[in-house]
């Protein structure tokens, strides 16, 4: 099926570095997502971007936070300067439309170490 | 939250049994995501009801819809091993659907 490709796999940083987070979605979907997962908690939704613009966040998505797909490239998540609580997998995901019955597809996610 | 009382569980049972994971949100939601995930990878979808199905089948997969008490069930009939995953219910909040995830269930079939 469609696949969801997320560069690195791991990422360790010391604490207030910049740490860009890559996902390349699946090549015709028009949504895309990034959701965090903290070991042994419930996946909790970041923020969804579509036609360039991001159109909804949550309370997790610090102003340190942000996102980005220049050219329909990658779809980036940047945090600088990363925080020790920024420590979790971060999983991109995209869909074809935005309507709730649509699947999103996930990526294997991008596990940040923050020293 | 979007969800109640909800469930990290874990479950363990023997190949060949029927399991049944529940769990219950709190707000309106038209559509609810069943998802597994397997260690190491991301969730991927596995069967999706809508709030106008009570009930939707897939291979050994029912997933039940009950919107009076804001609930949903997922039953797997005849357990494999491969079934061994944590398994998460989802509900798409808005119209742009993030998805708003309970806790999951990590379920162990063994031999």
């Known amino acids: 099926g469609p696949k969801v490709l997320q560069i690195p796999s791991h990422q360790i940083i010391d604490m207030g570095q910049m740490v860009t987070l890559n996902c390349d979605p699946v090549s015709n979907h028009l949504y895309f997502y990034w959701y965090k997962q903290i070991l042994g908690q419930q996946m909790e939704f970041l923020v969804n971007?579509?036609?360039?613009?991001?159109?909804?966040k949550s309370k997790l998505f610090k102003d340190q936070f942000s996102v980005e797909r220049p050219d329909g490239s990658y779809f980036t998540l940047k945090i600088q300067p990363t925080a020790l609580e920024d420590s979790a997998v971060y999983f991109c995901?995209?869909?074809?439309?935005?309507?709730?019955?649509?699947?999103?597809?996930f990526g294997p996610g991008t596990r940040l170490t923050v020293l | 939250s979007q969800w109640g009382e909800e469930n990290l569980q874990a479950l363990s049972i023997q190949e060949g049994e029927d399991v049944t994971m529940n769990c219950s949100y709190k707000t309106y939601t038209t559509v609810v995501h069943w998802y597994r995930q397997d260690s190491g990878r991301g969730p991927a979808l596995i069967i999706l009801?809508?709030?106008?199905?009570r009930e939707k089948r897939s291979g050994r997969l029912r997933a039940t819809l009950d919107t009076s008490s804001q609930s949903s069930s997922l039953s797997i009939t005849a357990a494999q091993c491969e079934d061994t995953a944590v398994y998460f219910c989802?509900?798409?909040?808005?119209?742009?659907?993030?998805?708003?995830f309970g806790q999951g269930t990590s379920l162990s079939v063994v031999p």
């Open positions: 989802a509900t798409a909040s808005s119209s742009f659907s993030k998805l708003v």
């Open positions: 971007f579509y036609n360039g613009k991001v159109m909804e």
């Open positions: 009801i809508r709030s106008n199905e």
């Open positions: 995901a995209s869909s074809l439309a935005g309507q709730s019955s649509y699947e999103q597809y």
